[in-house]
Structure formats: C-alpha cells, structure tokens
C-alpha cells in the first residue's frame, strides 16, 4: 500500500546549525505534500506545504523542496532556535481526498542552546 | 476565532467498553477528519465528515463509526475496545474537503 518513509527519526543539532529531514513516498498520484510540527500535548501544527508544480518554496527559516521524478521532499530548517525542538512529521496526499492522507513516522529535533 | 476544542483530554475504558470523543471544530470550518496516532508514530487517517456524511475512510473497522452534526462538531464513537485502540485521537477541521487542516489537541484514550 501507500507510505511515506521519514528520517532520520531523531536528529540532535547546535543552536545555529541547520536541519534537514527527507521523506520519501509511494503513491505517484500525490500531489500534496505538508509539514507539521507537534509540540508536547499538542496537536500538529502546519508549519508549510508544497504543491506538486512547484519545486522549492520557503518561508523565512523554513523550506521545501520536491523531487516529483524521485518521489523525495525535505524540509531545511536553517539558524535552528530551541523553540524549534519538536517532533516533525511529513505527510503525503491526493489533496482532492483526504482519505489517501498518508503521514511519515516523525522526526524528533532536539535543538541544543 | 476560536481553535479546534477536544475533550475528555483523557480517558482510561476497559477492554470491550465503548468510547465516544468529541470534537468542536474551527469557527467556519465544516468539515471535520479523525486521526489515531499510537505512540511515537504519525497520524493515521480515520474517517472525515463533509455536511453531516462521512467522505473518506482510512483502513479502519466498522467498529470505529462517528457523526458529524449541523453545528459542524464531530463525534467518533468506538465499539468493542481493544488494548490496540490505545492512543491520541485528533480531529483537525478545515474549509471544505481540500482546506488546510487544524488540529485539535487530542484525546489520549487508554484501554486496559
């Protein structure tokens, strides 16, 4: 069936330095494809999407961008601040049916002060 | 404008209980999906409710139903629990089916 691969599923950075995180999916009829970011006791929270004719897009320290071809999509966080410690999830999905929305398994980012 | 409202916040039933969790959606929003995320995993997709009729369902069984009512809240109903149902439910509404999806805070449910 349809998934979406995430990694890595921790990852531990500088106060400064950049993240990335890479997913990979399987439905090539996607064409969605957001980002969350769950706090602790919280729900996730959009923090950017991307729509399949689109390439790359940012949003001050966040960017996105989409290999259709290879079926790859990252998120790069850049100047990481520790309110940026969080579980980030990617997701996958037809955006016309939200029952093919398909979720990575999370990427836990500890941002060290 | 208020957010996405869930309650309980938790819930402790018995294995073969049956739960009902609820759901408020965003101020103008009037459509209402239902997620199950188990422990260190990501959202599964449940079911969403379009106008009053479910519009989607995940890979879940017939024992997860729900209802969604002329105010746009939204209820999941769970028959028959078993230990594997423990988890935190969201509900995350939007403008319409294809709308940007908020989140509620979810109901942690356990199932002993």
């Known amino acids: 069936g349809e998934n979406v691969e995430q990694h890595p599923s921790t990852l531990s950075v500088q106060e400064g330095d950049s993240a990335v995180i890479k997913c990979t999916y399987s439905?090539?009829?996607?064409?969605?494809f957001p980002w969350y970011k769950q706090e602790l006791g919280k729900g996730p929270q959009l923090i950017i999407d991307?729509?399949?004719?689109?390439g790359e897009k940012k949003d001050q320290r966040i960017a996105v961008t989409l290999n259709k071809t290879a079926k790859h999509f990252s998120l790069h966080i850049t100047e990481t601040q520790p309110e940026d410690s969080a579980v980030y999830f990617c997701?996958?999905?037809?955006?016309?049916?939200?029952?093919?929305?398909?979720f990575g398994p999370g990427t836990s980012l500890s941002v060290i002060p | 404008e208020t957010g996405v409202t869930q309650s309980p916040t938790h819930l402790i039933k018995t294995r073969g209980q049956q739960v009902t969790l609820r759901c408020s959606s965003q101020?103008?929003?009037?459509?209402v999906s239902w997620y199950q995320q188990a422990l260190g995993q990501g959202p599964q997709f449940i079911f969403q409710?379009?106008?009053?009729?479910?519009?989607g369902r995940g890979n879940f069984p017939p024992r997860f139903s729900g209802l969604q009512f002329p105010n746009y809240s939204s209820e999941l109903n769970v028959n028959a629990l078993e230990l594997d149902d423990s988890a935190l439910y969201l509900c995350?509404?939007?403008?319409?089916?294809?709308?940007?999806?908020?989140f509620g805070p979810g109901t942690r449910l356990t199932v002993t």
């Open positions: 995350a509404s939007s403008w319409g089916q294809e709308g940007e999806q908020y």
């Open positions: 439905d090539s009829a996607s064409n969605y």
């Open positions: 991307i729509r399949s004719n689109v």
């Open positions: 997701a996958a999905s037809r955006q016309t049916s939200y029952d093919k929305v398909i």
């Open positions: 101020s103008g929003h009037n459509t």
């Open positions: 409710y379009y106008r009053e009729e479910e519009n």
